[in-house]
């Protein structure tokens, strides 16, 4: 799933929209675990980490990623 972009340049233009933006998407599993604190007793649980590469249009604009549409929007 692309991570979506929301450009504060674009929006005073007139296209106030979050849009889907990136390539070479990945999503894997880290070697960093989760202590059995935070997981509620269960061990052995995994960070996840997520790359990208995006290409911002303007210069000097004021960027909001989100990894999926913001639940107000």
Not at 26 to 45: E, L
Request: with cysteine; net charge positive.
């Amino acid at each position: 799933m692309k991570p979506v972009l929301f450009s504060v340049t674009e929006a005073l233009e007139g296209r106030p929209y979050w849009v889907r933006e990136g390539t070479e998407i990945c999503y894997y599993k880290n070697h960093f675990t989760r202590s059995s604190q935070t997981t509620g007793g269960v061990r052995g649980k995994s960070y996840y980490t997520a790359t990208f590469t995006i290409t911002f249009k303007h210069e000097r604009d004021v960027c909001y990623l989100a990894y999926h549409y913001p639940y107000t929007y």
